[in-house]
């Protein structure tokens, strides 16, 4: 007598799986996932682990997290990464110090493979949320991560 | 309806009595063919607006408010659209198939009580034509398969032509179950005998098992999700339209609305006392039966889509296996129970 038991069933699980779609159709409103995208450009956030572009995020003081060790240079795949350094006089110890002259991210090149921001030993670098990353000349897609004049955050390598 | 008469004397005061009766009913044709083709253009955009929502997108809402004008667009992109014929086609059955489809589409339609007097064709075999015209259409999809010459359209027209054989016997037998109780084929009859209460309350129990045996096989005669293994995107292209272009495309496409518009509309007429206004609020007003009747099929409608956009997909054996070991069987039992019911005098009467 499974035959009527097979009618119950399919007809509450049909019904289970209308009460979702249901429910769906009745918060669709205000829970809509679709963005309309230019007419939001002010209000739009991009989700946490959305991979916008790499950065370097600095402090007040203009100081940020990078000592140029260059893990990040090793473990890009495909050299989006340069790092220009020298050995400078550091002028709290007076010893010499390997310090990043510039820190280069040709964003034309990266696969957004996010390798760089796990090799980071002192979380220098992370993902911007920004997605507007189009540009008239491909130049301006090198771009130089640490701002003039900063300097390495004291305490980072301790 | 005043107008209607007043046109209708016009008509004859002004030319003998053939020709004015014939220009009449090309007036009507004319009149039912705008405002078909005008609905079936507002259920596409109703679709897709239900299935965003859905699925918790937006739909489309840019071209005009709420993209009311979205499908008038669509329609005027695919008027423009080159016709495409494949050379080893079937011309002459390839150019004939769409119509096939719209004009028995459109015939059908003829039959309905929109209002007490807005009913264009009310024969007293009203459900035993609306039946037959709704199964002719399947020609036109057989010969679109057929007559494209490709493998893949002919397969989802011999898919159809299993559906609807089979699908049509459980539309038939459940509309069938009602004929026991009213008594009558003709849809103005069927309509007089609900004025004591809907169908679907005057049969209760047998008359809510025919209405869902009625749904699910409706869905399947229309060819519509869960039961759409004629087009069946995934596997067969677009079916048997899938060498169809420009309007000839849009012919079959808008037809599936207005089959759809139809199931729900003879849903309506048997189940749902067409025309009459719930426990007879605004019978005074006749034209608002116009609104009721569309109301109670926008309603049905949805519910179509409901299915379309929760249950995924049957394949050919299941969708046979449903109709002949389940709907069949139950359909038949229902049929006796019914009869059982009416010859007591368990029906429930306001």
């Known amino acids: ?158 | 309806m005043n107008i209607t008469k007043n046109i209708h004397e016009w008509l004859f005061s002004l030319m003998p009595e053939a020709t004015a009766s014939i220009v009449e009913m090309v007036l009507i044709a004319i009149v039912y063919l705008l405002i078909f083709a005008v609905a079936g253009l507002y259920l596409v955009l109703l679709e897709r607006r239900v299935a965003a929502w859905f699925q918790l997108r937006l739909g489309p809402n840019r071209v005009g408010y709420q993209g009311l004008l979205q499908t008038m667009a669509d329609a005027l992109k695919l008027v423009s659209k080159e016709l495409t014929v494949t050379i080893k086609a079937d011309k002459f059955l390839y150019n004939l198939a769409p119509y096939f489809v719209i004009v028995t589409a459109l015939m059908a339609l003829s039959l309905f009580p929109f209002s007490k007097e807005f009913q264009a064709f009310d024969i007293n075999i009203g459900i035993f034509f609306l039946t037959s015209i709704s199964s002719i259409g399947v020609i036109g999809i057989l010969l679109a398969g057929w007559s494209s010459n490709n493998k893949f359209s002919l397969i989802g027209a011999m898919r159809s032509g299993v559906q609807t054989i089979s699908y049509e016997l459980s539309v038939g037998l459940s509309l069938l179950t009602m004929v026991v109780m009213t008594g009558s084929l003709q849809l103005s009859q069927i309509v007089e005998v609900q004025k004591s209460g809907w169908i679907i309350i005057q049969g209760h129990i047998p008359a809510i098992i025919a209405f869902c045996i009625y749904m699910i096989a409706g869905t399947a005669e229309t060819n519509r999700a869960p039961f759409d293994l004629v087009e069946a995107e995934s596997e067969l292209g677009a079916g048997f339209h899938t060498e169809y272009s420009g309007m000839k495309f849009a012919y079959f496409f808008l037809a599936e609305f207005i089959n759809m518009f139809i199931i729900a509309a003879i849903a309506t007429t048997i189940f749902f006392g067409a025309y009459l206004s719930p426990f007879g609020i605004t019978e005074s007003i006749p034209l608002l039966g116009v609104f009721w009747f569309l109301a109670k099929t926008l309603v049905l409608i949805f519910l179509m889509m409901w299915f379309r956009w929760t249950f995924p997909r049957l394949r050919i054996d299941q969708l046979l296996v449903l109709e002949w070991k389940y709907l069949l069987p139950l359909n038949l039992m229902n049929l006796v129970l019914m009869a059982l019911m009416v010859l007591l005098g368990l029906t429930i009467k306001f």
């Open chain 1, 1 to 158: 007598m499974s035959y009527f038991s097979d009618i119950y069933n399919a007809v509450k699980s049909l019904l289970t799986g209308m009460s979702v779609t249901g429910k769906y159709f009745l918060h669709s409103r205000k829970g809509a996932i679709t963005q309309q995208y230019p007419d939001n450009r002010d209000t739009l956030k991009m989700f946490e682990r959305f991979r916008g572009e790499v950065v370097m995020p600095h402090d007040e003081n203009n100081e940020h997290r990078c000592t140029g060790c260059q893990k990040c240079e090793l473990a890009c795949p495909n050299g989006s990464i340069e790092i220009i350094w020298d050995r400078q006089i550091d002028p709290e110890t007076g010893k010499k110090k390997k310090m990043i002259d510039q820190h280069i991210y040709h964003l034309g090149m990266c696969t957004m493979c996010s390798l760089c921001i796990e090799a980071c030993p002192t979380d220098a670098i992370k993902w911007a949320q920004n997605f507007e990353n189009s540009v008239y000349d491909r130049t301006y897609l090198t771009r130089v991560l640490n701002k003039p004049g900063s300097k390495l955050m004291p305490g980072v390598e301790d």
